[in-house]
């Protein structure tokens, strides 16, 4: 029997209870198609900073190295360390690390699932630059703590990062229905987001079957609100895409519904899988957390390692569980009752 190594990072918050309801929804799909996941828990969080002093080993990248993949439940608790310290101690190394460039996150209204736009098909593919741009983590402060202290945070876009991000979304675009729109801020920011538009337009020639819109990123936020119709795959920037998707999550419902995967599209390395809804310390253990995000992942990371039969029936038992009244769930739902439901849809 096929058998893939999952590194489960469940983190902080309600990470760990989003991540058991992920993999054990992941590992009936698994027997019902005819694989294995074999998992190890590690448990790198803010927890284990507090004892160690990092937010991982020295050698925790190589350990996850070997992994097929890694399911990542969240991190950060600010109260006990501050989330630059959490976010650049755990998720950038590992996606810089593995070559992570791609951030893949999808943004469709599932069956039953109200949102606050009075829209009946809401389906926009967010592709985000992961691993330079904005949170490239080049700068520095000086003189701290005085009248003259200077912070300096650069942006770094280099012409391989910009070209291969964009290359990634035409691809993406080319497989659904043909439009990409790019989002930059040109008009302001004169060297990196013009450069942005002269490689997006030097990639356009090679695709001409895809329908290329470039939009600034403030004009982007309100055509998601106003016409988010008219759009099919985005591609920002680090921090641009960062905004932007958190705006999708909205739309589709709330963060509990918001999936992403962190892809080495060359399959160099492992590719990471992880809710976007953040660790949520104000519920921790109530076991009231929304795990469709966690579960939405999983099936991502199913379908990247080449099990897509057993993707496609995670994703049928989520929109059968959602239409079924569970669409409308928040904290008054258990999360151990949602995943009851779709693991009886999935039995």
């Not at 989003?18 to 803010?46: H, M, Q, Y």
């Not at 876009?157 to 229905?177: D, H, K, P, S």
């Amino acid at each position: 029997m096929k058998t893939y190594s999952i590194a489960l990072i469940p983190g902080d918050g309600i990470g760990r209870d989003v991540t058991d309801a992920a993999w054990a929804i992941l590992a009936k799909a698994a027997e019902n198609s005819g694989f294995r996941l074999d998992g190890t828990r590690f448990p790198w969080s803010c927890a284990f900073y507090e004892e160690t002093g990092s937010m991982l080993p020295t050698d925790g990248i190589e350990i996850l190295r070997g992994f097929d993949a890694i399911l990542l439940g969240a991190v950060g608790w600010p109260a006990k360390v501050p989330d630059s310290v959490s976010l650049h101690g755990l998720l950038l190394p590992i996606r810089k690390a593995f070559v992570q460039y791609a951030n893949v996150r999808p943004h469709r209204l599932l069956p039953g699932v109200q949102g606050p736009l009075r829209v009946e098909d809401f389906d926009i593919l967010c592709i985000r630059e992961n691993t330079e741009g904005e949170y490239s983590g080049a700068g520095g402060r000086i003189h701290q703590g005085t009248d003259n202290e200077v912070a300096v945070e650069t942006s770094i876009f280099t012409r391989a990062g910009v070209e291969r991000i964009l290359r990634f979304g035409f691809e993406q675009a080319r497989a659904r229905r043909g439009r990409l729109a790019s989002v930059t801020k040109s008009n302001a920011q004169k060297y990196s987001m013009v450069f942005w538009d002269e490689v997006t337009r030097k990639l356009a020639a090679e695709y001409p079957d895809v329908e290329v819109t470039s939009y600034h990123i403030d004009a982007m936020a309100a055509r998601m609100i106003l016409a988010p119709d008219s759009l099919d795959v985005i591609v920002a920037s680090n921090l641009f895409g960062d905004i932007l998707t958190d705006i999708g999550a909205a739309i589709q419902g709330g963060l509990g519904f918001a999936a992403s995967a962190n892809i080495n599209p060359d399959r160099s390395a492992p590719s990471m899988f992880e809710p976007v809804h953040g660790s949520a310390p104000d519920i921790a253990d109530l076991g009231t957390a929304n795990p469709i995000a966690a579960v939405w992942s999983g099936a991502m990371m199913l379908d990247h390692l080449g099990e897509a039969d057993a993707a496609r029936k995670i994703m049928h038992a989520l929109e059968r569980t959602t239409a079924s009244g569970f669409g409308t769930a928040r904290a008054q739902q258990k999360t151990e009752a949602i995943t009851a439901a779709i693991l009886n849809v999935l039995d």
